[in-house]
């Protein structure tokens, strides 16, 4: 299978700090992988790297066989990168329609004088379809503000998937959820098409193995070890690191 993400030899220093020490990671079309480990590991940093917000310190990111490691977050879309972040995106006050209405806009150029062009109805009605993608069909008219906790983070994952991106990046997406609520979000993302390649950094160790297909555990900058969801689950050295770390924090 091709490699739509590859992560080679990437570090990254802030200051005298290297929160990843020689990174690689190569990303499967289709794949769901899961990156997990304790505080401090370097999750997010090599996620931030992947999204193009950060830019690492050495070592290349190639994204559908181009070169990105120096390029800016805002070409990722058109890489057909989209991500979700942990910290709600959507318009309080805008419903859930209109807010992914903006999110197809943006994708599209095209903030200017829309609402009055005919391509505004067209776009009015792809909203409702992607809004119901997420299981949110019968709030496409609610105040994004009113919406429980866990569609909002539905509608973040519309916003995101309205560009229609071949990756999604998903940034601790159970993060403040109930159990019912990350029930729901792992159910949802199953449904999603399995063409679409997962890459997600994530806490709750649950979601994150009923997800993804392999498992990427890192510590202290690096990658300790990888495996199916199985064979992480079962090896003492994870075990240790991992869980060791979080029972003491
Ligand atoms: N902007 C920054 N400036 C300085 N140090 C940073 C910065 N961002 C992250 N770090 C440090 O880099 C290391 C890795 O952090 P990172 O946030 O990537 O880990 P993480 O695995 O995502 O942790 P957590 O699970 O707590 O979010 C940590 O020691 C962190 O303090």
Redesign the pocket.
Same mark, same amino acid.
């Given at each position: 299978m091709a490699s739509v993400v590859q992560v080679s030899g990437v570090t990254v220093a802030?200051?005298g700090?290297r %929160?990843l020490r020689g990174v690689d990671l190569d990303i499967a079309q289709g794949e769901r992988l899961a990156v997990i480990?304790p505080? /401090? %590991?370097?999750?997010?940093?090599l996620f931030n790297v992947i999204a193009g917000d950060i830019t690492p310190t050495t070592g290349t990111v190639i994204i559908r066989g181009q070169d990105c490691t120096h390029r800016p977050s805002r070409h990722r879309p058109r890489l057909g990168l989209a991500r979700t972040y942990q910290k709600a995106r959507a318009f309080a006050g805008l419903t859930v329609r209109e807010n992914v209405y903006l999110a197809l806009a943006g994708h599209r150029g095209r903030h200017r004088a829309l609402w009055r062009s005919r391509a505004d109805r067209a776009m009015r009605v792809q909203a409702a379809e992607v809004a119901e993608r997420v299981w949110l069909s019968r709030h496409v008219d609610a105040v994004a503000g009113e919406l429980a906790h866990g569609q909002r983070r539905q509608l973040e994952l519309a916003m995101a998937i309205a560009t229609e991106p071949d990756v999604l990046l998903l940034d601790e997406p159970a993060s403040g959820l109930s159990r019912g609520e990350r029930e729901r979000l792992v159910e949802l993302l199953e449904s999603f098409d399995e063409r679409l390649t997962l890459l997600l950094?994530e806490?709750d160790m649950d979601v994150a193995f009923r997800i993804a297909q392999r498992v990427v555990v890192?510590a202290d /900058?690096e990658q300790i070890t990888a495996g199916t969801p199985e064979q992480i689950r079962t090896e003492p050295h994870v075990h240790q690191i991992y869980l060791g770390t979080e029972a003491a924090a």
């Open positions: 802030f200051g700090l %929160a480990g505080n /401090g %590991a370097g999750k997010t940093t950094i806490h890192m /900058g």
